[in-house]
Nanobody, 121 residues
């Protein structure tokens, strides 16, 4: 099993940017797809972005398309989520998740602890 730790969350003004990181240990990280999910207060956890094990396939939720970019560095065992032009509705706890089967249609096996992103208006 792979273990995941998110970092990089914080408070930012509307229109600003943040870069989240998901660092992995254990397992064979390079064979896992990794996705980002988010959960706002009172709302269901929702998918944001995913990247395949090879990095060649990427999928975004419509709500973040054109503003967020997911990438991975298998040598560093890290997946990133670059978030630009942030909006108050992006405020949520962001979680990364790993899928051993490697595809961007995520069925997560492992979750990180989450990192808070707050966007002020």
């Amino acid at each position: 099993q792979v273990q995941l730790v998110e970092s990089g969350g914080g408070l930012v003004q509307s229109g600003g940017s943040l870069r989240l990181s998901c660092a992995a240990s254990g397992g064979t990280f390079s064979t896992y797809a990794v996705g980002w999910f988010r959960q706002a207060p009172g709302k269901e956890r929702e998918f944001a972005a995913a990247i395949s094990y090879s990095g060649t396939s990427i999928r975004y939720a419509e709500s973040v398309k054109g503003r967020f970019a997911i990438s991975r560095d298998n040598a560093k065992k890290t997946v990133y989520l670059q978030m630009n032009n942030l909006k108050p509705e992006d405020t949520a706890v962001y979680y990364c998740a790993a899928d051993r089967y490697g595809g961007v249609i995520m069925t997560p096996d492992t979750w990180g602890q989450g990192t808070q992103v707050t966007v002020s208006s």
